[in-house]
């Protein structure tokens, strides 16, 4: 079993959808939760980073951490063609150097 | 957010040769630096962590004779791929970070290394 779950997709929703992006883990020691956007043949960019449970928003964007259940959600309003890309979920424990856990990444395509 | 760039953006060499690829925190001191290697369609693949002035880390499977890492101060690291080969054709991705363990990552843009 992977330490961090993220169903692949591909994901295709129509303009305007509320996009809903999820991953699971296994270590209960994980307490920094982050997610980025990667487009093609590009660096990952940092979407939201959140310490412990709760939730987070940033404009169109909302993450949700439920450490009770291991899992955590990111949340896209009004999604737009311009959201088109992977999106990874990453996660990393206080006791591991600062090193990443990702999950497989999603590939979302918003559709006009 | 911090801004993370690398250099070269693409290259292409011959096997056998060797390739330098910078890393450089452009707006904070980055006290750790990571690379990692990406194939298509792929996840990130951490290859090693790297600490301003210390050796660094290796992934387990990665041959630090071949990718060698400098984090020389703290706004550059570099990832040198010595005698290199067409198997070592991939996207390399560098981040670093302020230096609180567990906090953010920046990324960089990456660089498409092409080994003919």
Not at chain 1, 14 to 33: K, R
Not at chain 2, 43 to 57: D, F, P, V
Not at chain 2, 90 to 95: D, P, Q, R, V
């Amino acid at each position: 079993q992977k330490e961090v779950e993220q169903d692949p997709g591909p994901l295709s929703v129509p303009e305007g959808a509320i996009v809903s992006l999820n991953c699971t883990y296994s270590n209960s020691a994980f307490q920094y939760f982050m997610w980025y956007r990667q487009y093609s043949r590009k660096g990952p960019e940092l979407l939201m980073y959140t310490y412990s449970s709760g939730n987070k928003e940033d404009g169109r964007f909302t993450a949700q951490v439920d450490k009770s259940s291991k899992y955590i959600s990111l949340f896209i309003r009004d999604s737009q063609p311009s959201d088109s890309a992977t999106y990874l979920c990453a996660m990393s424990a206080y006791n591991q150097g600062g090193k990443l856990i990702f999950g497989q990444g999603t590939e979302l395509s918003v559709k006009p | 957010g911090a801004v993370v760039s690398q250099h070269p953006s693409w290259v292409i060499c011959k096997s056998g040769t060797s390739v330098k690829i910078e890393c450089r925190s452009l707006d904070f001191q980055a006290t750790t630096m990571f690379w990692y290697r990406q194939f298509p369609k792929q996840s990130l693949m951490l290859m090693a962590t790297s600490n301003e002035g210390s050796k660094a880390t290796y992934e387990q499977g990665v041959e630090k004779d071949k990718f060698l890492i400098n984090h020389a101060s703290l706004t550059l690291s570099t990832l040198t791929v010595t005698s290199a080969h067409p198997e070592d054709s991939s996207f390399y991705i560098c981040s670093a970070s302020g230096g609180q363990l567990g906090g953010e990552q920046y990324f960089g843009p990456g660089t498409r290394l092409t080994v003919t």
